[in-house]
């Protein structure tokens, strides 16, 4: 379908994007769009999308280059903001609040959503700085605290056992899928709801995806989980619900089997069958 | 491709690369030439040539600071030229590089953080940006005539310079301000000042520029503000090119007359400056002075002048590629 029907509330409803294994037992919204279209200047880059992201899963976001889905996003954080001609219309909230409020506190909307970009970027500082540095901003911790919080954030990133004995080390001299599951321990670190990952392995090689993909699936448990992904197999293996997006348009979203095994729209199928993309 | 065609190829590439090796060591050795030449005539007045001559009969070097002619440094500079020293303007340099690095460092990289961080691409800030750039290239005597009006005079407005200046501060402290502030230390500084600020402010821009932009966007995105982005992400990553620039332009401070000698400097002068308020010289302006008189013995005071502003310039021009290889290489 290319685009559900506006529900009453953020309450349990049942939709597209949910996975059929809970599917009895339908997961409350996190984010919502409905009617939502993005510009940049005079081009119009999505096109009254209306999507409904569930609590607590992985939900896909597919679409060849240019097709809007990073755009996307990139409003559920705001970090559009940086960018001076980018404007909104309609809506999107997170736990049914207005996202695209003009006085919404950005500091505390980013804390409660935290992102992963596509290449792995730490901060030029240690291991342990690079974690504690968003919780370092948004409250005064103990230094156990500290530690704890880092230690935590840091398993929870299944990079511990790789990093304890070097924690004062430089995050530069980790490999590239190391970093990269750094960055997502320091996203997880200021305690966000939802983690929002933008192609977060496409700089990878097949070994540390094949770990973030395990990462992401033990994560979804504790996160909404939005990944923008150019890999048709990767969001077959670590989503439950998948959008595809297609020249700024919601085509088509539904459980990930369904996406991808029965279609309903020809561009879907095309699509992910790789005809095209 | 035909042998011939190869050979001709073969040989232009030959000519191309020989060209090259004589314009690189036609610059080498006009360098050499004019270190030697300068080395040459200022030797003697920094070396004890009697403490030489006793090392060459003995055969045995003794401690090296008993070579140097440490009265070349502590004395004035004076009528006779075996009794004149550099004390006064090395003092002065010292004291007008500190002041106008105090003064043009936070100015500078404030300026260049605006810019590059906060400023909207508007058209009012591009053309900042761009005007910055041209007064990059403004000649430095244009400055000192800034420096005289703005700074030394004052625009007239608290009276003339030479007489009864309006005292801020105690009448007997060597910190006290006096309005206009006169041929001061502090005259002198803000004038360099105003000739390095565009160097600080380009190089500074352009090591901002090099941090990447992911850096930024993940500090952002942690829920860090604009500010706690810049100051504790792309500042400490940008501090190796900021810190290469700014020495950079303190060494062009340091070999910097023509602005001093418009603000109107002494020639000769017998006091150490012991304030901002202090009168002071400069070292290039003392071998200006000293290669202008017609005794060939000034001329060799001037020349072992030289080696000493060499020797400072370089020193920190060394100091700028170490501290750049070690903060891009260093593990934090």
Known sequence: ?277 | MTAALRTRRLLQDRLFLSTCLVLTSLSLVVLCLLLSSVISQGWRGLIDVEALRAVFAEGRIGRIPDLVRWNFFSEYASRKPLRAGIRAPLLGTIWVCATCMLLSLPLGVGTAIYLEEFAARSRLNRFIALNVRNLAGVPSIVYGIIGLTAFVRMFGIFGDVDRDPIRIGPADSDFSLTLPIGHSVLAGGLTLMLVILPIIIISTQEALRAVPRGLRQSSLALGATLWQTTWKVTLPTALPGIMTGSILALSRAIGEAAPLLVVGIPVFIACDPEGPMSPFTVLPFQIFNWAGRPQPAFHALAASAIIVLLAALLSFNALAIYLRHRLQTRTP
Request: hydrophobic share 35%; glycine share 8%.
């Open chain 1, 1 to 277: 379908m290319s685009a559900t029907e506006p529900k009453p509330g953020p309450a349990a409803t049942p939709k597209p994007a949910t996975s059929p294994r809970v599917a009895e037992d339908a997961p409350p919204v996190s984010i919502r769009a409905e009617a939502f279209s993005g510009w940049y200047g005079s081009f119009q880059a999505l096109h009254s999308i209306t999507l409904d992201i569930p609590r607590h899963r992985v939900t896909a976001l597919i679409g060849p280059s240019g097709c809007g889905k990073s755009t996307f996003l990139r409003w559920i954080n705001r970090m559009n903001d940086m960018i001076p001609s980018a404007r909104a219309a309609g809506t999107l909230t997170l736990d049914s609040e207005d996202l695209l409020d003009r006085g919404h506190d950005l500091v505390e909307l980013r804390r409660r959503v935290g992102m992963v970009f596509q290449k792995p970027n730490p901060f030029p500082k240690s291991i342990y700085d690079n974690v504690a540095f968003g919780p370092r901003l948004h409250r005064q911790m103990t230094r156990s605290e500290l530690d704890d919080l880092v230690e935590r954030s840091l398993r929870a990133a299944s990079l511990w056992d790789e990093v304890k004995d070097r924690l004062q080390a430089s995050a530069l001299g980790l490999s590239g899928g190391q970093q990269q599951r750094l960055c997502i321990a320091r996203a997880i670190a200021v305690g966000p709801e939802v983690l929002l990952m933008d192609e977060p392995c496409s700089a990878l090689d097949p070994r540390s995806t094949a770990g973030i993909e395990t990462l992401i699936r033990d994560l979804r448990t504790q996160f909404t989980i939005v990944i923008v992904t150019h890999n048709m197999q990767q969001a077959a293996r670590v989503s439950d619900g998948t959008a595809f997006f297609y020249e700024g348009r919601l085509v088509e979203s539904g459980p990930t089997d369904r996406i991808f095994t029965n279609p309903r729209e020809k561009r879907t199928e095309d699509y992910v069958t790789g005809r095209f993309g």
